[in-house]
C-alpha cells in the first residue's frame, strides 16, 4: 500500500471555523491531490500540487486553499467552514513519470468532515 | 471539456452473473482511460487502466474493460460475480496534452450489489 496518512480521519466543526486537513506522504512523489467525494458527485477535484509551493486550482476550489512546503505534506484549510463543505476529502498521490501522464493515483482512506 | 458519464447509479447482479458496468466519455482526443474501485469506509484503488496500448485491458480481481473508440465507452466486465465484489465503482478520464494533463476527471459512481 502507498505510503499516505490523511489527519485528522473524522472532524466535527462549527460553521465560521477555520479547518485544516493534513495529507502526509512518505513515496516522495511530485503529484499531490485533493478531492471531496459527495453522494451523486462522484470525486472533484479541489486543487493540485505539482511541487513544492506549486499549487493549482481544480473544479471545486472555492473556499478551500492548499500549501505544499514540503513534498511530503499537502495541506487543505477551510478558512471558514460552510455547511456545503461537509463531504469526505481524498487526498491523493501520483509520480507521472517522464514522458508520461498516465501516472496512476494512490488514494488516502479519506478524512471525514462535518460542519454544523 | 472532458467528461465521464456513468449509467446506472446502482447495479444489482446475483452471484455468478456477468457484471457490466457502463462507462461512456467525452474528450476531442482518445482519452486515458481508468477504473477505480471503492469499498466501504476506504480510499479508491486502480482496477484497470487504458493509455493507448491493447483496446481490451484485463485488470485485477478478473476484471476487464475495452475500449470502443466508435461508441466512446470503456465499459468494465467481469464474467461471473463474486460477493467480494460489492463496491463502489468509478470511470475516470485524464487529458493527454495541456496544462492540467494527468489530472483524473472521475464519474459519479455506480454501486454494485451482489446477492447470494
Known amino acids: 500500500d502507498a505510503g499516505i496518512t490523511q489527519s485528522p480521519r473524522h472532524k466535527v466543526t462549527e460553521t465560521g471555523t477555520p479547518v485544516t486537513l493534513r495529507c502526509h506522504q512518505t513515496?516522495?512523489?511530485?503529484?499531490m491531490y485533493w478531492y471531496r467525494q459527495d453522494p451523486g458527485h462522484g470525486l472533484r477535484l479541489i486543487h493540485y500540487s505539482y511541487g513544492v509551493k506549486d499549487t493549482d486550482k481544480g473544479e471545486v476550489s472555492d473556499g478551500y486553499s492548499v500549501s505544499r512546503s514540503k513534498t511530503e505534506d499537502f495541506l487543505l484549510t477551510l478558512e471558514s467552514a460552510t455547511s456545503s463543505q461537509t463531504s469526505v476529502y481524498f487526498c491523493?498521490?501520483?509520480?507521472?513519470?517522464?514522458?508520461?501522464?498516465?501516472?496512476?493515483?494512490?488514494f488516502g482512506e479519506g478524512s471525514r468532515l462535518t460542519v454544523l | 471539456a472532458q467528461s465521464v458519464t456513468q449509467l446506472g447509479s446502482h447495479v444489482s447482479v446475483s452471484e455468478g452473473a456477468l457484471v457490466l458496468l457502463r462507462c461512456n466519455y467525452s474528450?476531442?482526443?482518445?482519452?486515458?482511460l481508468f477504473w477505480y474501485v471503492q469499498y466501504p469506509n476506504q480510499g479508491l484503488q486502480l482496477l484497470l487502466k487504458y493509455t493507448s496500448a491493447a483496446t481490451l485491458v484485463k485488470g485485477i480481481n478478473g476484471f476487464e474493460a475495452e475500449f470502443k473508440k466508435s461508441e466512446t465507452s470503456f465499459h468494465l466486465t467481469k464474467p461471473s460475480a463474486h460477493m467480494s465484489d460489492a463496491a463502489e465503482y468509478f470511470c475516470?478520464?485524464?487529458?493527454?496534452?495541456?496544462?492540467?494533463?494527468?489530472?483524473?476527471?472521475f464519474g459519479k459512481g455506480t454501486k454494485l450489489s451482489v446477492k447470494p
Open positions: 491523493a498521490i501520483s509520480e507521472r513519470l517522464a514522458g508520461s501522464n498516465t501516472g496512476e493515483l494512490f
Open positions: 475516470a478520464v485524464s487529458e493527454r496534452y495541456g496544462g492540467s494533463q494527468g489530472n483524473l476527471i
Open positions: 513515496e516522495n512523489h511530485r503529484y
Open positions: 474528450s476531442s482526443v482518445p482519452p486515458y
